[in-house]
Structures are given as structure tokens and as C-alpha cells.
């Protein structure tokens, strides 16, 4: 198969309420970050895929918003709601379609303007689940649990890895959230859904970025060094939150395996230099570790223990501080995307880890993971 | 008790407060008598939405009382038996007041025949029996073949479908050479995939099931020639079953204008229209937009434009849908105009209404000549809102 590559990124710094921009100002500003960060300008871009959700957006056909400033006008532009990494996995194929060689993908998203407990609300069944009242936190309350009953994972394992993130974010000026805390800081935050403290959960965001996805006819032909994309797999599991085995994430490790085996990655845990995953809640680094088997199972907690996950451990992950330190949804997986390949440029700044050349961006859709996105970034074709 | 058509007089009677619609006895407040031959009475308490069904010996007291025989009774009331038709000819009588008898046809939903289960071998039967009545000679001009069917399992069976000179014949043996043999390890799983409960393709793929022959015959000429099979149990579903939820959704929202449309809305309040202009092209965008859509550069430069201005276009609303802001129905006809404001020109139009009693004066300019001259009209109390123009009217 043609490879692709990314070769420009932008994003926007993370706020709480970015009350003076609106969605175009936000675009506006990640777009030409990414432009000039690729050396391209909105010419050289043949087609456009936004990312947004119209419930969050409160607009229908939300991507229209973004239109003028994404640079869409007369172009062939697609939206994608979800997660940004959903975008980018459709930009990559409009970049290997042969219809368009370069696709410059967008997600933004304004947390501020919207009650977002209503709207991960509304992903539920609107006839039974939904009247329950459960939304994304009680649900991934419930999965939170279920995960520590089976690996036996600590409150305090959990904890961790909001200290790390917090922390791992005070070397990311885009983050929103750098904060240096203790594990007693977040065991005394207050709860919000057992076993969720305050501080396992990511905050309210306001944000945008955009990302360049190049052929790998052109991908060379402008400034920026390309960073490869050698595996990618979308896998979604049951719709039905009761129909899962919420301790377990099957769509992700099939996900998972379906990408080491595109990129031909035979031993992950050997092959994966390093890691962005979808943090929304602390728990969720720990079992998305072992799911995708880049840990043996229920260890991350031990692992975390020992500093593997740190910014200088053996695996590090979340190095940008990660979703707890700023979660603008459906912007978050091309953050992800552009925090990985930062760090196999060699760009990331205060946060950039050593020996970047494979790592690993994860997004995801749905109530704890319904379904996930793995892409594998490498320095080399 | 005599059924008719497998139902009883008293299963409808059983079955009232069941099938019984609350919305559909607001305005009825009232006693009904049912007097049914050889089969005893009944009386019918209607009141505050609800209602009682008891049998009794007196039907006094009755506003309305219905008699016919239980055989009229049950097709009345099943679809079985005209009711026009039945009350012309004397077969039902009501005495008492009549008309209020009548709203008693609302107060139930439709008494449904409950069906007995069908075996994977009524269904191939019942398949099977119907495969010559659904057949639609009309597509099978010139066509000579044959469909061999061979289900296997405890109910399975050969069966063979003839279509020659456009008439279709079915026998139950597999005779001659086909021009396609479907062939199913199990008939149920062939009356499953009938039923449209599995698909084809995954029966195939598990081996389960086999087509020899002109396989194209049977996949896309076979759903030409015939109908679709009906299931004669499909109808289960109960119309009290079929419910409709009514929930709104509320989702809160608050939206950032941004400095641009900042501007222009506190523009607004000050009596001000404020167009910004691209640096590049020189087009006036109105309201203004953070970016110039064509030249895809910031706009940033502000203009203020009009305020008075000539009509473009003008569309008359008959039918108004709520105001989205306050949900209150708008008065119609209303109309709605595309004004180019002083200082605008080529598409740089602004949006809004005209003064209700002047939209027979309006003369449209399209994009051809000039229209009527029109001025906005400024609410007393302004909130840099773009209600702060009431409405646009005739500038005299």
C-alpha cells in the first residue's frame, strides 16, 4: 500500500473558556500554525476534513462554522464528529484515494459553551439508558471500577497518574492545566463518581488543531520532515453499555494488533518507544496500556510505580501532560497526533523524551471506549 | 359461548380496559349499555378518563344502549362485519342518545386476532403455498426456468417452482435439471433468511447453505418475479405496543461573539450598522465574519454602512415556524427582506423583516435595478442585540 505522512501540525493553546475567540478564531490560528509548520500555504491543501460535534458546537452541520477559516471555500471539505483521530484516519485515506494529495484535517471544540454532562448524556439510548441519568463520568465511574475490581489497581495507582500528567504538563506551554501535585492531593479532591475524585477526571476545555496529511508523492516536497504513519486500525465494540465487559476494552486491542501488524510490529512492548493516549480519566491509562498489550495484564499500576510511564521511564506516556491536563473533545486525538509526532521531529520543547523514532497515538468514541483508534507514527518509511 | 371467526363476544369485552385511550374520553362522561343476544349485557362506565366494563342483569341507567347479535358484535368490532352496513340493515340497533354513542368508536384502540405460533414447517408450507399467488407474470415474458428447492433438517422437503408461457407451477419433488438448486442444510435457517432474521451472505459464507446453477437466476431475478413474502405473523406487533416517547431536548448554550461580531452587535445599540471589509478582495462582509471566505485572510477593518439602504429581494412567509428564541408562533404573513445598505454593493446584503403593513408597497430591485428605500426602525431600549432593529419600513 502508498504510505502517507504527517507533515504540519497546529494547535491552539488549551484553555477553560476561550471567551474572547469563537470557533473560527480558534481555526484560524491552528490552521496557520499548521501551515507554516508544514511550510504550505492554504493552496497547496487539495481538500479539507473537519471534526466536531453538532451537539457540542449547539449548531447543525457544525463544520460550516469552521468553513471560511479552515479555508474550505471551493475546496471538497468533509466533516467527521468524533474524535479527532477519527478525522485523521479519514483524511489519510482522502490523501490515498488519488483524488487529493495533500488533506489538511481540523478539530475544534468549545467545552466552555455547553453543559457537557447533558450531551454525553445524550449519547445514551433516548428511551431506557438515557432517563437513568448516566453520562460519560457515572459511566466511566462504573468502568473505573470494574477495572479495579478485576487488576486489583489502587486508588492511590490511579492518583499517580494525575500527579504525572499534572506534572508532565507543567513542560507543555499549550497545556491548561500544568499542575504540581500529590497523590493526597487528588485522594482528598473531591469525589465526584466512586471512585473518580475530582482530580482523576479531565477538565472543561476550549480548543483547536490541525494536522497535515501528505501522499507520499508529495510528502517531501515541503519544509517540514515527514513523520510517517506505517499502521492505523479503527475498532468499535457493541453499542449497548450493558453489553460489554466494561474491565476489558476488546475493540481496542484489536485495534491494537491490527495496526502492530500493518506497521509489521511483531513485539510491541519492545517496538513502541512511546505513548499518547486518550486520558480522560486516570484509570483509563492503566487499562488502555494493557489492552493495547503494551504491558502485561492488570500491571500498569506496579509499572507506574516504578517511573516506567515517566517522562524518562522506559515507556513514557502522556509526556504532553495528556487529556487530564486539557481535554478539548473531539480536538484531543489530533493533539495527540501532534504532541507524537513533535516528539519523533525532535521538536516537543520541554517535554520531548529520547529515542522518539515509533510512537503511539490512541483515540477513542463512545461511553468508556465504545471504540478506539490506534495509529503508529514513525521517523522512518 | 360461540366464537365467531375464533373470537368470543366476552374477548372483547376482556379486552376494553386494555385496549382503552385515555385521550380519546376527555369530553366523555357517560354510561353505555351493551345488550348482545343469547350472550347477556354489559355496562360501560366512561369518567374523569377512565373507565369500568362490568357484566350485568339491568342496563337502567344507560345513556346509550347498543343490541345486536354476538356474531355482528364481534365483526364489528374485529373489521369483520361492516358497521354502516350492519346498522342499515337492522342487524345492530342503539336506542338512547346516539350521537354520544358514537364517540364510544374512540375510546379503544382496534381489538387485534391473536395469532397461533408458526412451526418452521407451517412456514414452508404457508412459503411455499403463496409462491404462485405472489408470482407477477408480467416480468416473465419469454422466461423458461426452474427453482429448485432443497432444505434439509426434521422439517425440510424438496420443492421445485416452474415458470414457463408466463404461468408458474410448484411440486413438491426436484425433477429434471434445474436451472438453480438452493440448497439448506437446515429449512429453518432458509425461513429465517426469508424472514429477513439472518442474511444471505454470512448462511454462505458458514457453509451452511449452497446455490447451484444460475446462481444470478435466483439472486436477482427471483425478487423480480415474485412478491415479497408476507409473514403472516408480522401483524403481532399491538398498536399498545407501538408507543411514541415525547421528550424534549434541552441542551443550554452559550455562545462567544468574538470582537467581531462584538462590534457589529454593539454597533447595534449605538444605532450603528458596521460592515468589516476584507484588506485584500475589498468586499464587505455584512455581519461581519471573522475571515474573508474568498481570500481566506482575517477581516478585521470595520465600515459602517446605511443605515438606510434599498430593497433587493423581499420573501413573503405564509407559513412561519416558532421563534427558536421564545418558541411564540410569529404572525403571518410576514416579510422578509434582503436590504443593500448605503455604502454596500454586489451581494453585501443584510438580512431582516419589513414593516408588516408595508409589504404590498415593496418594490424588489432584484440585482437589476433599484428597489424601494427602506430605513430601520431602533427599539427604545437597546441590548446589542439584533432585535435592537424592530423592522425595516418605506423611507418617505
Known amino acids: 500500500m502508498d504510505r502517507t505522512a504527517v507533515i504540519g501540525v497546529g494547535m491552539t493553546k488549551i484553555e477553560k473558556n476561550k471567551v474572547r475567540e469563537t470557533f473560527a478564531d480558534m481555526m484560524w490560528e491552528a490552521v496557520n500554525k499548521a501551515l507554516d509548520d508544514a511550510g504550505m500555504t492554504i493552496d497547496d491543501i487539495d481538500n479539507v476534513v473537519t471534526t466536531s460535534s453538532d451537539f457540542w458546537d449547539g449548531r447543525t452541520i457544525s463544520c ?9 471555500a471551493h475546496k471538497n471539505v468533509s466533516c467527521v464528529e468524533g474524535d479527532g483521530a477519527y478525522g485523521a484516519f479519514y483524511g489519510m485515506t482522502r490523501s490515498l484515494s488519488g483524488s487529493y494529495k495533500t488533506t489538511l484535517v481540523t478539530g475544534h471544540s468549545k467545552g466552555s459553551q455547553s453543559v457537557s454532562s447533558l450531551i ?7 428511551i431506557y439508558e438515557r432517563g437513568l441519568g448516566m453520562d460519560m463520568i457515572t459511566a466511566c465511574a462504573m468502568q473505573a471500577s470494574s477495572y479495579m475490581h478485576r487488576t486489583k489497581a489502587t486508588p492511590e495507582q490511579l492518583a499517580m497518574v494525575s500527579v504525572k500528567n ?41 480548543g483547536c488543531a490541525a494536522v497535515i496529511i501528505a501522499h507520499e508523492s508529495v510528502a517531501a516536497k515541503f519544509k517540514q520532515k515527514p513523520v510517517w504513519i506505517k499502521g492505523v486500525s479503527i475498532c468499535a465494540d457493541s453499542f449497548f453499555f450493558g453489553d460489554r465487559d466494561l474491565s476489558r476494552a476488546r475493540s481496542l486491542t484489536e485495534a491494537a494488533r491490527k495496526a502492530y501488524a500493518m506497521a ?16 480522560a480519566f486516570t484509570y483509563q491509562e492503566l487499562m488502555w496500556l494493557e489492552e493495547m498489550g503494551l504491558v502485561d495484564d ?10 516506567e510511564f515517566d517522562m524518562d521511564g522506559r515507556l513514557p506516556v502522556n509526556a504532553s501532560g495528556g487529556l487530564l491536563s486539557g481535554h478539548p473533545v473531539i480536538a484531543a486525538g489530533l493533539y ?3 504532541a507524537v509526532v513533535r516528539q519523533i521531529r525532535g521538536d516537543a520543547g520541554g517535554f520531548q523524551v529520547k529515542n522518539a523514532k515509533t510512537g503511539l497515538v490512541h483515540g477513542l468514541n463512545g461511553l468508556g471506549g465504545q471504540s478506539h483508534c490506534v495509529f503508529i507514527l514513525d521517523k522512518d518509511k | 359461548m360461540a366464537e365467531y371467526w375464533g373470537i368470543k363476544v366476552e374477548d372483547i369485552f376482556n379486552s376494553m380496559q386494555e385496549r382503552f385511550r385515555p385521550e380519546g374520553a376527555k369530553d366523555v362522561n357517560a354510561v353505555f349499555g351493551y345488550d348482545i343476544k343469547d350472550e347477556g349485557k354489559w355496562k360501560l362506565t366512561v369518567k374523569n378518563n377512565s373507565m369500568v366494563i362490568e357484566k350485568t342483569d339491568s342496563l337502567s341507567g344507560c345513556i346509550a344502549t347498543m343490541a345486536a347479535d354476538g356474531e355482528t358484535f364481534v365483526g364489528v368490532n374485529t373489521g369483520k362485519v361492516d358497521a354502516t352496513n350492519a346498522f342499515m340493515s337492522g342487524k345492530f340497533k342503539v336506542e338512547g342518545d346516539m350521537v354520544l354513542f358514537g364517540k364510544t368508536g374512540r375510546l379503544f384502540r382496534k381489538f387485534v386476532i391473536a395469532k397461533k405460533k408458526m412451526t418452521v ?16 407474470a408480467g416480468e416473465a415474458e419469454g422466461l423458461d426456468a426452474s427453482f429448485a428447492f432443497d432444505l434439509g433438517g426434521p422439517d425440510g422437503g424438496k420443492w421445485t417452482v416452474f415458470i414457463k408461457d408466463k404461468t408458474c407451477t410448484v411440486t413438491t419433488t426436484i425433477e429434471g435439471k434445474p436451472t438453480v438448486t438452493l440448497e439448506f442444510n437446515d429449512a429453518k435457517d432458509y425461513v429465517d433468511f426469508i424472514l429477513g432474521k439472518i442474511d444471505a451472505h454470512s448462511i454462505l459464507a458458514a457453509g451452511k447453505a449452497a446455490a447451484k446453477g444460475d446462481i444470478n437466476m435466483m439472486a436477482s431475478k427471483w425478487p423480480i418475479l415474485f412478491e415479497k413474502y408476507k409473514d403472516p405473523m408480522a401483524g403481532d406487533v399491538t398498536e399498545q405496543e407501538l408507543l411514541v416517547l415525547k421528550k424534549t431536548i434541552s441542551l443550554n448554550q452559550n455562545f462567544s461573539t468574538g470582537p467581531i461580531m462584538g462590534k457589529f452587535l454593539k454597533g447595534l445599540k449605538d444605532k450603528k450598522i458596521y460592515a468589516n471589509q476584507c484588506p485584500q478582495c475589498g468586499r464587505l462582509q455584512l455581519p461581519p465574519r471573522e475571515v474573508c471566505a474568498e481570500c481566506r485572510v482575517r477581516a478585521g477593518d470595520f465600515v459602517e454602512v446605511g443605515p438606510k439602504g434599498e430593497i433587493r429581494y423581499m420573501d413573503v412567509v405564509y407559513y412561519a415556524m416558532p421563534d427558536p428564541l421564545t418558541g411564540v408562533a410569529r ?17 453585501e446584503t443584510l438580512t431582516h423583516f419589513i414593516r408588516k403593513d408595508q409589504i404590498e408597497k415593496i418594490q424588489m430591485g432584484w440585482n437589476e435595478k433599484k428597489g424601494t428605500r427602506v430605513r430601520p426602525v431602533w427599539e427604545e431600549n437597546r441590548i446589542a442585540d439584533i432585535w435592537d432593529i424592530k423592522y425595516f419600513e418605506i423611507d418617505e
Open chain 1, 64 to 72: 460550516m462554522a469552521v468553513g471560511d477559516a479552515s479555508g474550505a
Open chain 1, 120 to 126: 454525553t448524556n445524550s449519547a445514551f439510548d433516548p
Open chain 1, 166 to 206: 499534572h506534572g508532565n504538563a507543567l513542560k507543555n506551554p499549550l497545556a491548561q492545566l500544568p499542575m504540581k501535585i500529590t497523590v493526597r492531593d487528588v485522594l482528598e479532591s473531591e469525589m465526584i463518581a466512586d471512585p473518580l475524585h475530582k482530580l482523576d477526571c479531565s477538565p472543561i476545555s476550549d
Open chain 1, 264 to 279: 509489521g510490529i511483531k513485539d510491541p512492548k519492545k517496538e513502541i518507544d512511546f505513548v499518547e493516549l486518550y486520558d
Open chain 1, 298 to 307: 492488570a500491571m500498569a499500576g506496579k509499572l507506574l510505580e516504578k517511573g
Open chain 1, 336 to 338: 495527540s497526533m501532534a
Open chain 2, 121 to 136: 414447517k407451517d412456514y414452508l408450507a404457508d412459503m411455499f403455498a403463496t409462491v404462485a399467488p405472489r408470482f407477477k
Open chain 2, 331 to 347: 404572525e403571518t404573513p410576514y416579510g422578509s427582506i434582503f436590504i443593500l445598505l448605503d455604502g454596500c454593493q454586489g451581494n
